[in-house]
C-alpha cells in the first residue's frame, strides 16, 4: 500500500512564502514523475508544476517564476517552494506521483490548504 502525506500548508498573507512537502511511503519500488496541483472553490483541479525522476520540471504559467518544485529521491519527497504569494493561489494543494508498487500508478496525497489574505 502507498501513501502520499503532504504538510507545509497555513495562511500567509500576500507577499509571504510557504513550502510545501509530500513524502511517498509504502511498498514502493520506484517513484517516477511527482508534482504539484491545486484546486480552488468551484474550480477544476490544475497542474503547479512537476518533476521527473531525472529532474525535468515543468510549470504552469501561472507560477512565472514565483514557485520552485523540487525532490529528494533518496527521502522519496517532494517539495514546493512558493514565494511571492497571491490571494488567487489559496487553493488546496494536492501531491501526485507515479508510482511503480505491485502495479504501477497514480497516487494522490490528502490535499493541504493554502490561504493568501491580508
Known amino acids: 500500500q502507498v501513501q502520499l502525506v503532504e504538510s507545509g500548508g497555513g495562511s500567509v498573507q500576500p507577499g509571504g512564502s510557504l513550502r510545501l512537502s509530500c513524502v511517498a511511503s509504502?511498498?514502493?519500488?520506484?517513484?517516477?514523475?511527482m508534482g504539484w496541483y491545486r484546486q480552488a472553490p468551484g474550480k477544476q483541479r490544475e497542474l503547479v508544476a512537476g518533476i521527473t525522476s531525472g529532474g525535468r520540471i515543468n510549470y504552469a504559467a501561472f507560477v512565472k517564476g514565483r514557485f520552485t518544485i523540487s525532490r529528494d529521491n533518496a527521502k522519496n519527497t517532494v517539495y514546493l517552494q512558493m514565494n511571492s504569494l497571491k490571494p488567487e493561489d489559496t487553493a488546496v494543494y494536492y501531491c501526485n506521483a507515479d508510482i511503480l508498487s505491485s502495479t504501477r500508478g497514480g497516487y494522490w496525497g490528502q490535499g493541504t490548504q493554502v490561504t493568501v489574505s491580508s
Open positions: 509504502g511498498s514502493i519500488e520506484r517513484i517516477y514523475g
